[in-house]
């Protein structure tokens, strides 16, 4: 079944893995680590992408980012391309190195942010690669290093994440150390690597509890949280969402459905363009605005294009 499009935009916080192809590593030694940082930090800068936590592990690899205006895509090819074609010619291996398809999950800010601060820190520790939260803090390959001061990285924004827990440096720190020992308790946290309703509820318990108090929450499986925050995402979409195409083939099929659009109603695709605010072409971006974001899986960029307005105005249109 073809996967939904990514949900994206400036500013939209997500919880991002990519693996190995067929579990694989994708680093052997601390040369490739300290390259995989690096390649962090220079796709991070290049498109203003701001990383919050983060933990290497041999065959994985977890970020918690909020995108930039270059857009998430961007960024993650930038750093997955170069890592891949730097660790092929160092060893004289070919062909891909990671799935070729990584995993995001756009995620609420709250109560989620500092949740999933915590779980991805805590990956070398559940995966044994530490055996104290004491060692996790001199571990070099998690950002919870950082955060506690034992290290640095200017591309990790330690200092937003240690304002969730306190005004001052030192006091933020014990509440987060508190914090992070109270969810090593609740062990792998599964629903924090996934969104939809199961895990953004809390677990199939609470989701029953809903539907016996008869409960409507709208979800999405790549989304994490409320049903509210999915909605605002999203918009409203009804119960069931059309499967997504590949990308090149969803724009052709929306410049075909403007252009029949404009066809039967005598209208200059031309002119919808060119940003013509008479009233049948104002109705006209209004009706395609919502199908071409939210059904079809288009970027608010790709969609401005077509309907001849600006970005915000898609958003304003999806919105209502």
Not at 177 to 195: K, S, Y
């Amino acid at each position: 079944m073809p996967r939904g499009a990514r949900l994206d935009a400036p500013g939209s916080l997500h919880h991002v893995m990519v693996r190995g192809v067929e579990r694989t590593a994708i680093v052997f030694d601390d040369e490739d680590r300290l390259d995989f940082l690096n390649r962090i930090g220079k796709a991070a800068e290049k498109t203003g992408t701001v990383i919050y936590a983060w933990a290497q592990m041999n065959n994985h690899a977890h970020l918690l980012l909020r995108s930039g205006s270059a857009g998430l895509p961007t960024f993650m090819r930038k750093m997955l391309t170069g890592y891949s074609v730097s660790f092929n010619k160092r060893h004289h291996r070919t062909g891909h190195l990671f799935q070729n398809r990584y995993k995001s999950i756009l995620c609420e800010e709250e109560p989620y942010f500092i949740k999933l601060v915590s779980y991805i820190h805590l990956n070398p520790l559940r995966a044994g690669l530490v055996i104290s939260l004491e060692e996790l803090e001199r571990y070099p390959w998690s950002g919870h290093a950082a955060i506690m001061g034992m290290g640095e990285h200017a591309w990790q924004d330690t200092e937003y994440v240690l304002q969730q827990f306190g005004r001052t440096i030192g006091s933020a720190r014990k509440a987060y150390v508190e914090f992070v020992r109270d969810q090593i308790q609740l062990g792998r946290q599964p629903e924090l690597t996934g969104g939809g309703l199961v895990r953004s509820a809390g677990g199939w318990s609470e989701v029953l509890s809903m539907r016996q108090r008869g409960e409507r929450q709208f979800s999405d499986e790549r989304i994490l949280g409320s049903g509210e925050f999915a909605e605002e995402v999203l918009g409203e979409v009804g119960d069931a969402q059309k499967e997504m195409m590949p990308m090149q083939l969803r724009r052709a099929d929306a410049h075909g459905m403007l252009e029949r659009e404009c066809a039967e109603k005598g209208l200059s695709v031309e002119a919808l363009q060119a940003g013509s605010r008479n009233r049948e072409y104002s109705s006209l971006r209004r009706e395609l605005a919502g199908k071409f974001v939210i059904e079809m899986g288009l970027s608010h960029a790709d969609v401005a294009r077509m309907l001849g307005i600006s970005r915000a105005g898609v958003s304003m249109l999806v919105r209502r």
